[in-house]
């Protein structure tokens, strides 16, 4: 990850920008403060992955505390969810 300061950025911003396309740019005011300049679909594929990430989280807890429902073969619960969704669009 590159390293910069709110003073060089200003005056080389298209140059953080070029850079920023393949990596994170760190930016750090004198405060201690700090910043990161990075890609939009790079930032998406991120929050992507943490939502991802969140729902696993949830689900192994809801196991673990026998909230989830078991799943029998050929009982077709597993779609019920979706014909219910889809009444609702219609």
Same mark, same amino acid.
């Given at each position: 990850? @590159?390293? +910069?300061?709110?003073k060089? $950025?200003?005056a080389e $911003?298209?140059?953080?920008?070029d850079? !920023? +396309? ?10 201690g @403060? !700090?910043?990161v300049?990075?890609? @939009?679909?790079?930032? !998406?594929?991120?929050?992507?992955e ?6 696993r989280? $949830?689900g192994?807890a809801? !196991?673990? +505390?026998g909230?989830g429902k078991?799943y029998v ?8 969810r979706f ?8």
């Amino acid at each position: 990850m @590159e390293n +910069t300061n709110p003073k060089q $950025l200003r005056a080389e $911003l298209k140059n953080f920008l070029d850079l !920023a +396309t393949g990596e994170p740019v760190r930016i750090q005011r004198r405060s201690g @403060e !700090a910043f990161v300049l990075m890609n @939009e679909s790079q930032y !998406a594929q991120m929050q992507n992955e943490i939502l991802s990430l969140q729902r696993r989280l $949830l689900g192994m807890a809801d !196991a673990l +505390t026998g909230k989830g429902k078991e799943y029998v073969p050929g009982s077709g619960e597993r779609l019920k969810r979706f014909s219910k969704s889809r009444s609702k669009r219609k």
